[in-house]
Structures are given as C-alpha cells and as structure tokens.
C-alpha cells in the first residue's frame, strides 16, 4: 500500500475541504471516515452561513473571508452547493432589544456588515410572513443558506478527482504515537503511518487525541434541529428567533462545562442560545437550536423540539399549520473561547489540527481547509493563523 | 406526563389480543391506534357511515374483529383513537398525538403491535395511476366496496395475491392473470408438513378453484416488468423469472388493463422499535430486519414487547398468538399472574406458536423473498416517490464514493421527503448493496428519529404539563 503523505482523520466539511486543497498541491492524500461521509456535525445542521463579528479583529476577518469564498466556490468544485445569500433578519419583539439592536446597527456598519433596523412594518413588506406582534427586526446582508451536503459531498468527490483517497466506514481507533512524534493511525484497516496526521474529527478530535496523551480543549455541544414538510410559502430571508439573552450574537457559557457558571446562566436548562430558521430549496423548512453539554447524545428530546417550534412559531406564525417531518441532534464541537484549533498539536510533532469550529464548520471550512494547507506547505496563509493556534491554551 | 401500567401501540388482530389479556388478567391498559376505529388492516371495520342490515356481505374477519373489539371495549381498556405515537423517549415514555394536542405517558411495560405494509418495488410505470399495492386494493375492496379497475392484472407473490383475485372477482372485475413470482415447484415436498393445517390449505384449494373456474392465467415464476401508459395504466407487461425472482430472458407477455395490483410481501412497520432502541436483525427469507425478540416476545428493551406483523409478517393467526403471549408476559410483569399460573398458560401460548410455525415455515419457502424484484426499477424509474428521485440518481451517488443508504441520501435527498424512507428504504438498501457488491446488512438503514410518522408541528410546539 502506498504511504500518504497525508492522513487526515474525520470525513466532515473539514476533512473533505483539507483533502480537496492538500490533493491539489500534488500530496498524496488518505481520508479516513468512521461512518459516511458528512455523517457528524457537518450533515446535522441548519444549513445557515450567516458570519457575524461583534468588532474588528479575527471574527470579523473569517467572515470577510466567508464572503470572498462562498460565491463561486460551487463552481469551482463543479456542484451546484445551493448558496444564497438574501440576507437575514432577527426578530425584535419589545422596546429593549429594539434599541440594542439600533446600537448594534450602527457598530456593524463601522466594521462593513451592513445591517438596518426595521419596524414591523417595513419588515413585514420585505418579510410577509412575520408576526404582525413583533416590534421590528434587524435586517442583515450576510445571511444566507447552503446545502451542506452538497458542498461536503462536493468536496469529496473533487478530492477523489484529484487523486485523494477518501475511506469511509474506516473507524480510526488511535492515533500512534513513537516517542514525541504522531506517526500514523490504527483503523479498521490496519495501521497506515504518514508524515503528518490531519485530526479534523468534530466532536470526537478529543477522545482520539488522549489515545496518543494529547490533550485538546474540545467539547461536544449538541443542538438539536426540527425540519418541517414543505410550506406553501416561501420566506425571502434566513431568519433568527432572538433569545432573551443579553448578547444574541456570541453566547457565552461557562468553561469547563460543569465548572462554576456564570451569574444568572445554567448551560443544561433551559436549552440555551443560537436560534435560527432556514427554508431548503425544496421548501422545508429548518429550524434550530439548542445548546446542552451532554456529552455524544445524539438523541433530541421533547423539550428541546417544544423549545425550537415555539421560538419559531413566534416569529413565523404561518408554521403552526405545518407537520413535522424530523427531528436530530448534531454535535459542536466547542473550544473555550469559540475559535477553532488550526495548526500544530501542542507537545507533539507530526499532528495537525483543524478542529474546535462549534457551529461554524460549515461556514469557515473552506477557509480553514485553505488555513491548514498553508501550514503544511510552508506557504503564506490568506489569514493570520495564531489566533487559532492550539498552542495556545497553554498546558497540555 | 403521566403514566400507565400498559401501553399498547396499534389496534390490530395483534395489539387487540395483547390488550384482552392483559386487561383481562386485571392489567389497566391504554391501547393507542392512529386510525378512527380499531382491527388494523385484517379486522378493518367499515366507515362508520357505511350500513348494513344485519351481517350480509360482511366479511368473516370483519366479524371477527367486531367481536374482539367489543370484548375489548367491555373489559375497560382506554382507548387513543386518531392518535400516533411519535416518539418514544427513556425506553417506555411513548408521546401520543391526537388532533393538535401531544402528551407523554410512561408505561411499565411497552406493547408494540404496529403491523407490516406492503413491500414497495420499484419497476417501470409503477407511480401510474392504477397502479396499487396488494394491501392497498384489499382495504379499497373490503373497507370501501370499490373496485380499483375492471380488467386487472396482479403481479407478486404470495397467497394474498388470490385472496385479491377472489374479492376482484366476487365485484365482477375481470382478472387477466396472476403472475406468482415463486415457481411453486416443489409443492409434493410438504403435503406431510401441511397436514396439520388443513383449514388453510382448504382456504387456498377453494380459492385456486375458484380462479380455474374463471379461466384464470395463473403464472408461476413469472415478475412484472413495465406498468404500461401516460396519464393512467393501460397495459402491464410480464416475464419469466429465476430462483431470485429477478427477470430473465427476453420472452414477454402483454396484456391491456386499466389495473395493475402489485404484491411482493410485506416488510415489517419497525419505526417504533427502532426509536425504542431495541436490536434489529436481517432475516432473509422474509426480506425485512425484524426486532430481537425473547419467546415472551420481549425485545433486547427491558419492559417492551414487539408482536404481531410488525416483528416479522407472519399473518393473522401468529398476530393473535404472539399478543396473547405477550399479554400474559407483561401480565406478569406488573404482578398479576403468579409464576406458576405464568407458567402454564405461556407453555400452552409457545404451543400455539409452533404450531402456527409449521405453516408459516411452508408459506416462508414456497413465496420466500427473492433480492431480483429489486433489480426491476430502471434508470429512469422513479425510487424516493416523495422526492420524485429515480433509481439512476441513487446509482450516480454510488459511482460518486457513497457506500452507506445515509451516504446516498445526502447526494440526493432519497428518504428526506414525507415518507421518511418507508417506501425507498428497502428498495435503496437491496441496489446499494448489489452495486457495491455486498450484503443488504452492511450497507446500512435510514438513522430513525423522531416523529414516527408526521406529526403537526402545532401539537409538539405545546408540551402538556
């Protein structure tokens, strides 16, 4: 069997997007999936790609990126990934959230993402199925929606085009490790060793990590997702449901889960933040989601769908009228302070990361799978990589 | 949220027997169905807006059913009419649906009995009009007095496919042919085994006779290959077929209908059990994975029994059996029946059943499933109906890399319409698997989530305290 000179480890977004662009740069290429491909995170979501940032600084920087990228990506990989970007709006239901979300406007158009407040009215002609009992609601340009699937799949299939090599139902039981250096991985396949192992695993990077005593500070999230039939209407934005939450945009949870909390907030009850409504271009529509740590527990619960469709119904209420199709749970995996791990494993040679993108795989996999191949070849990356750097939790 | 002793989910010949005896031996029971009336697919009571002077015309199950269900009625079961379970959380909490309003109820033991539905096969011309199910056209006949067609064609295997034909004809349509898919070969092997079920093998004498009589075409080893037609079925076009029941040869049979009734088996309903998380195994001669069942009809869930078609098509009389069983296993459960009591009384049950057996080991060999009806669909036939995908686009993804159904889902959307994968699941595992060149148990099912069915958003946005 031919050695790789790469074997990346998880066949989601990252994985698929990291083969793509290594296999383009003439390496040759081993992906190992323990399921199907996009079977984690990156095919259990809400298929939203709505980047936000709060201030200028590496937030802002994914998102302008995200922008770059997203538009003629499809063409490129030669599959039509469904993006559209019709922008969004958040529902502003009282007097309060009506004027943080006139401060926020004014931010965001300091840091070139646009964004308008809307009184009902005017939102409702751009918007005709929202709640004529909503105050306004923030109109956003960057909202929009791909079909994740397709752009996973699509990556994949380019990468075998390529020259990749993409096994799926290969499950990577360990990372081997000789001395201080990572020099390949036991699967259901035997034990291939590579220059340099690629961990891109989502929610399971950690437990594989700690089979070579490399410990990495990322934590499965789960959220869980309703899907609707398709509805007779059709919405002309990606919408979000706000939360009564001091800060709609990033929510903030305590580190570790199961450490002291924050005042006021408990990361289990009720099913916290992040909500956000998305219509496939068949018409279902997608509703999501929660935020629980309970470890990998891909099962959705009563409460957590109650949760969802009744935030949903009260923006939308045209949904009430809609049957349910299915409900899932994906699993984030979320790092301590919300950016992704890019880069050199701390304490060991010969391990790449690019993991730890909680909720925002799909929206910045391109742009890391662009990331890590820079490190890799010793190139100049389209984007500062320390922020991301794994190193930088310190202690492993 | 509440709780019950029992719950039973489906009102069939099956969950009807497990709910009698249960109640009978002192249980409280809740039996939950989805229809308006009670008696599943064998006991199909008629509208209630349908009258008839006395029992002229009606069928004898009918009967059957009526009586059973008013036994139940008078031993104080509750019933859940109209109602669906759609998910089932923690082993024994069922959530019930009905109209707008969902509530969860805890059970101390779990009855499942929801039954089998007909064996989607995809082939060309299938989603015509005209075109139906074997199940389909017996409900439209014994429930609703309607003949699907005139001049009908009836393609499966199975001995349903007569009992179609009887009711077809008994309505004064004409039947062209039957095309049986097994060979019926073989038949002198089982005289010996036959002999303590005389009563069936009389039913099935009686009905051969009948469509001799009425000149008949009875063709054995022999599949359906087009549904012919534009807007509606005009005509169905048939083949011989080899030991897989996959089509062979070039030698056709035309024959103008304006009905094609098609019955390939059934396959077991098993949403519930898989969102019980109970174990699943693929059982070969029936085509279909079946739950992991103890003789009590227990399944690998502590506390939830899994009877009647739904853990394996079996028929009416195993139906009635396996939820008698099952009623005096979960009698026990909650106290009711002494262990010795317990004991004899499920010795005499597990005696039924193998009886029973003897019979259905005959009817498993002599229409034994064959994997070629699946290779019927074409490229350009439709698969995923809900989605209106066809076979050659699933074939695509599989070119593409897919190995696994969830795979070939993602590419193309197959299983992500209203069905959920009930009609394209089996169809899409059997091509998967006969692509790739490996066996139906390695290529996966369709993740189960809930809701089962369904459900209106409107009822779940509302939990009942």
Known sequence: MTRSDVLIVGGGVIGCAIAYELAGQGMRVCLLERGGLCSGASGANGALIWPQAMKRGISLDLALANFRLFPTLGEELGIDIEYRRPGGMVAITDEEQWARMTEYAAVQHEIGLPAEVLDVAEARRREPELNPALRGALFAAQGGTINPFRLTLGYARAARARGASLCPGTEVSALLRRGDRIVGVRSAAGDREAERVVLAAGSWSAPLASTAHVRIPVVPRQGMMVVTEPAPFRLRHVLKPIKADRDPWRFSQPWPPGGPAKTGYDPNLPPGKGMGLAQTRAGNLLLGSTSRFVGLDLGPTAEGVAYILAHGAAVVPALGRLQILRTWAGLRPYTPDGLPLIGPAPEVEGLVLATGHDGSGIGHGPISARLVTAIIIKADPPLPVEPFDPRRFGHS | ?465
Request: charged fraction near 20%; charge should be positive.
């Open chain 2, 1 to 465: 949220m509440r709780s019950a002793e029992c719950v039973v989910v489906g009102g069939g010949p099956a969950g009807l027997a497990a709910a009698r005896t249960a109640a009978r031996l002192g249980v409280r029971v809740m039996l939950v169905d989805e229809n308006p009336e009670l008696g599943g697919q064998y006991y199909r009571q008629m509208p209630g807006t349908f009258r008839s002077s006395g029992t002229r015309g009606l069928s004898k199950e009918t009967l059957e059913g009526r009586q059973l269900i008013e036994e139940i009625r008078g031993l104080g079961v509750e019933l859940r009419l109209d109602s669906v379970v759609w998910g089932i959380f923690d082993q024994r909490t069922v959530a019930v649906v009905t109209g707008e309003e969902t509530e969860r109820v805890t059970a101390q033991a779990l009855v499942l009995a929801p039954g089998a539905y007909d064996r989607p096969v995809p082939f060309p011309g299938w989603t015509l009009p005209g075109v139906l199910t074997a199940g389909g056209a017996q409900n439209l006949m014994k429930g609703y007095r309607v003949l699907p067609g005139r001049r009908v064609l009836i393609a499966g295997s199975g001995p349903l496919l007569l009992v179609v034909a009887h009711y077809l004809l008994h309505g004064g349509a004409q039947v062209v042919a039957i095309c049986e898919a097994s060979p019926m070969r073989h038949l002198w092997r089982y005289p010996h085994r036959l002999l303590p079920h005389l009563d069936f093998v009389q039913q099935g004498y009686r009905y051969r006779q009948e469509i001799r009589s009425a000149g008949v075409p009875f063709l054995t080893g022999h599949v359906i290959r087009r549904a012919l037609g534009t807007t509606e079925v005009t005509g169905a076009v048939v083949s011989p077929c080899d030991a897989e029941r996959a089509p062979v040869g070039s030698v056709e049979r035309c024959f103008d209908v304006d009905a094609v009734i098609v019955g390939y088996g059934f396959v077991s309903s098993l949403e519930l059990s898989r969102l019980a998380g109970c174990d699943h195994v693929y059982e070969p001669r029936l085509g279909s994975w079946v739950p992991v069942r103890t003789r009590e009809m227990e399944s690998t869930v502590p506390g939830v029994f899994v009877v009647g078609d739904g853990a394996g098509v079996a028929g009416s009389a195993v139906a009635l059996a396996e939820g008698h069983a099952a009623g005096l296993a979960v009698a026990r459960r909650l106290g009711r029946l002494a262990d010795r009591d317990y004991s004899r009384e499920a010795a005499r049950a597990r005696g039924r059943l193998r009886h029973l057996a003897g019979f259905r080991g005959v009817m498993d060999e002599l229409y034994s499933f064959g994997p070629g009806v699946y290779t019927l669909a074409e490229d350009r036939t439709t698969l995923c109906r809900c989605e209106e995908i066809t076979a050659g686009e699933a074939l695509e993804a599989v070119r593409d890399g897919a190995v696994h159904v969830n795979e070939v889902k993602a590419w193309t959307r197959i299983g992500m319409g209203r069905c959920q994968g009930r009609m394209c699941g089996p169809a899409l595992g059997h091509l998967v698997a006969r692509v790739t060149g490996r066996p139906v148990t390695d290529v996966g099912v369709f993740t189960p989530r809930p809701p089962a069915k369904p459900v209106p958003l409107a009822a779940l946005a509302r939990e009942a305290p």
